[in-house]
């Protein structure tokens, strides 16, 4: 491991941009590390792992590298991947955005349930790898597919995505729908699996486009008719039955710690009543049964969610240019935030500029105040409890990371991949790369265990460490850190090149990348 020295503190801006033109992490973790055997301790600094290029470049650009690099290995398997896991669950972790539409379990009537659309329907083959197709001439092809969906118009953009009609621009519905955009595609994709008769897999990620709305660019393994798809597009809905949250009709409210006063029967809790009034708001169960038990023949979810008429296929066969420039594509833009790589190749003047900044500060007012999830403080504005409502909560400062002015409603993952993409996880991903570095020193006589990076990550009985707040850690330590970060990267690189060199001439191949 390599120790942190203390030479003289020079500025931290300075070390920033050492270590963003060295391209190691510039805002590393310092680690104190004890050797158990020998009880010395030193301290090693750990990359942060921002997966954001606004927050650190280098980090940011290693973990779209990882995610490239997921996207590729999968798109075109020949083989089933071993799955990790069970196969009835077609979901990970990975592929969760957003939260639950409740946030519990609750059954609703059959005549309310999102039923499958009116769709043709096939039988299910236990098979997540495409058709192979022979051509005359015996070759064989295995064709995949790179579709783009997005959500419906708003009101007429021009090519910079700012709306010629501001006044008339349905901002809420853009919001609103942007919220639960992930839940859209959820049911997109179970559908498409329902329709396209076998378990359709993908690598996708959310993006912005320029008019601010997210669109999914989605790897599918295998291809699946073109029709078939605009059909489940266009018959894809998904339903919030939440509590109405249309207009804010609620006043100022307060928190009383034992709402008995107003209503006997709630002696002893507390909640949200309305200022001017003493009016208790309704819990969050309380809103709920009010909207499942509303019968009534015309009544209607909250808000739907469906999909727009603008939808890309491309069909893509393995091992083609093509499907490289998609791989790019993908991950471009998962280093930026949303309303980041929206401005990205504009060619517009100032005044221009300043129009699509008023647009999306729109946008983003509105998503500040409309209701995230069930738990988010807005509700108060609409004369809901907030499910598990304490007090101090204010509307318009929930934490959720859908009203960040970044995320432009979009408060869940950008990157969704399906369980058996690769049947393996990131964490697998990233410790395959490292075994093929491992690899390569080892053919080249070179004690992988020498280095940082491999150990830190790793689980050592011999090695105990502990992370040291920032604030702990004094100027000049922290330039020793990223000094550190940067002699382990020259050191790794320069034997990772010598041990392919001479792996390449003894006819061992390490996969492209590198370190
Ligand atoms: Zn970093
Ligand atoms: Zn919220």
Redesign the pocket.
Same mark, same amino acid.
């Given at each position: 491991m390599t120790g942190v020295e203390k030479p003289a503190a020079p500025s931290r801006a300075a070390v920033e941009a050492l270590a963003d033109v060295q391209d190691v992490c510039g805002r590393p973790v310092v680690a104190r590390v004890t050797d158990n055997e020998s009880g010395e301790t030193q301290l090693v600094p750990i990359p942060c792992g921002s997966t954001r290029e606004s927050v650190c470049r280098a980090c940011a650009e290693r973990a779209r590298r990882l995610r490239a690099h997921q996207c590729r290995e999968g798109w075109h398997l020949a083989d089933e991947p071993e799955a990790s896991g069970g196969l009835t669950d077609e979901r990970t972790e990975d592929e969760t955005m957003g939260d639950d539409d409740n946030g519990d379990r609750r059954v609703r009537s059959t005549r309310r349930r999102q039923d499958v659309p009116d769709l043709p329907r096939r039988r299910m083959e236990d098979r997540t790898v495409g058709r192979i197709f022979e051509s005359p001439d015996g070759r064989v092809y295995r064709p995949s597919m790179f579709l783009t969906l997005t959500l419906p118009s708003y009101g007429r953009v021009d090519g910079d995505g700012v709306p010629v009609d501001p006044a008339t621009y349905d901002y809420r519905r853009a919001a609103v729908d942007a919220m639960h955009f992930a839940k859209l595609v959820d049911r997109f994709w179970q559908n498409l699996r329902r329709c396209a008769g076998y378990q359709v897999q993908y690598f996708a990620s959310v993006e912005g486009q320029r008019r601010g709305a997210p669109h999914l660019h989605a790897a599918v393994r295998g291809a699946i008719p073109r029709q078939v798809i605009r059909d489940v597009v266009a018959a894809t809905y998904h339903q919030v039955w939440w509590p109405p949250h249309d207009v804010a009709s609620c006043g100022d409210v307060v928190w009383v710690d034992d709402l008995g006063g107003l209503e006997p029967t709630m002696a002893g809790e507390g909640g949200y009543v309305e200022a001017a009034t003493g009016w208790v708001l309704p819990t969050w169960d309380e809103a709920l049964d009010d909207v499942d038990g509303d019968f009534s023949p015309d009544v209607e979810a909250a808000h739907v969610v469906r999909f727009g008429s603008q939808i890309d296929i491309q069909g893509l066969i393995a091992g083609t240019p093509a499907t490289d420039k998609a791989v790019g594509y993908l991950t471009k833009y998962l280093t930026k935030d949303l309303g980041d790589a929206l401005g990205d190749d504009l060619d517009t003047d100032d005044d221009r500029a300043a129009a699509r900044e008023a647009h999306l500060d729109r946008l983003a007012e509105e998503t500040r105040w409309?209701? =995230?999830?069930p $738990? =988010? $403080?807005?509700w108060l504005r609409y004369g809901t409890q907030p499910k598990g409502a304490r007090p101090g909560m204010v509307p318009g400062h =929930?934490? #959720?990371k859908?009203?960040r002015r970044e995320n432009l409603g979009v #408060?869940g993952r950008r990157v969704l991949v399906s369980r058996r993409w690769t049947g393996k996880t990131l964490t697998e991903h990233r410790a395959d790369r490292a075994a093929v570095v491992r690899a390569a020193l080892e053919e080249a006589g070179i004690d992988p265990d020498d280095h940082d990076e491999l150990s830190v990550s790793g689980t050592d009985g011999r090695w105990s460490w502990e992370t040291i707040a920032r604030t702990q850690v004094d100027d000049a330590t922290y330039l020793a850190a990223v000094a550190a970060l940067v002699r382990t990267r020259d050191r790794w690189r320069r034997q990772y090149d010598e041990a392919r060199a001479r792996a390449e001439t003894s006819g061992f191949s390490a996969t492209p990348g590198g370190p």
């Open positions: 409309l209701p =995230c999830s $738990t =988010c $403080t807005n =929930c934490p #959720g859908a009203h #408060g």
